[in-house]
């Protein structure tokens, strides 16, 4: 009887450890610092394949680092380990993500530095689109409206739409009327002036012989 008690005893402590390491990896109690921090990828990025996750986790007291990714919205708050880090990193590769293992979705990371005094520092960014089988959404998708309807452009919401207004004729512009027009009358005044020209020539030879 006893030494089922104690078996009983013993599993209750197992399950209780677990269950108490299982939060502190999901929910950590850390502070922020800027000396550790994930500086690629930005929040909004679209993820595909393998991601090179960059940052920085070389803090004094280091002793050890995870990087964990999860669901963005996931209310149980569950966290996947990517990378144990046993050596600090000042600027430089944390790790290489293969977003293909995972479904398309959208998801956060999260780097807790294990400091060792036993304190925690984590840093944490959201907002990671995993897009490896799902089209990409545009940035600012159109409402539905605009795609059905022509887009109206016009100078103020009050003010009715513009229209162009028709430019006058340019009084300036020769039809091919105007031009053979003009060219007749260039011609019969030069011949005109010819003709009064031969008049007079004539008219001077004459006097001529008569004096």
């Known amino acids: 009887m006893c030494t089922l008690i104690s078996a009983l005893a013993a599993g209750i402590l197992l399950v209780a450890y677990t269950f108490t390491s299982a939060l502190q990896v999901g929910t950590p109690t850390a502070v922020a610092n800027p000396l550790v921090a994930i500086r690629a990828p930005r929040p909004g990025e679209v993820l595909q394949g393998t991601v090179l996750v960059q940052g920085s986790t070389d803090i004094p007291g280091f002793q050890s680092a995870e990087l964990l990714f999860a669901y963005a919205h996931d209310p149980s708050d569950t966290w996947f380990l990517i990378q144990t880090l046993e050596e600090p990193v000042a600027h430089g590769l944390l790790a290489e993500w293969d977003t293909s293992l995972i479904t398309d979705g959208d998801y956060q ?75 007749l009358r260039g011609g019969g005044m030069a011949f005109g002036i010819a003709l009064l020209g031969l008049a007079y020539a004539a008219l001077r030879r004459v006097l001529r012989l008569r004096s």
């Open 109 to 183: 990371l999260r780097l807790i530095v294990i400091l060792d005094n036993g304190g925690r520092v984590m840093a944490q960014v959201g907002s990671l689109r995993v897009r490896n089988y799902t089209p990409i959404e545009t940035n600012t998708p159109l409402p539905k409206a605009s795609l059905q309807a022509p887009l109206v452009i016009t100078a103020s919401p009050t003010s009715p739409r513009a229209t162009p207004t028709p430019l006058p004729t340019n009084p300036a512009i020769l039809t091919t009327e105007d031009i053979r027009t003009s060219v």
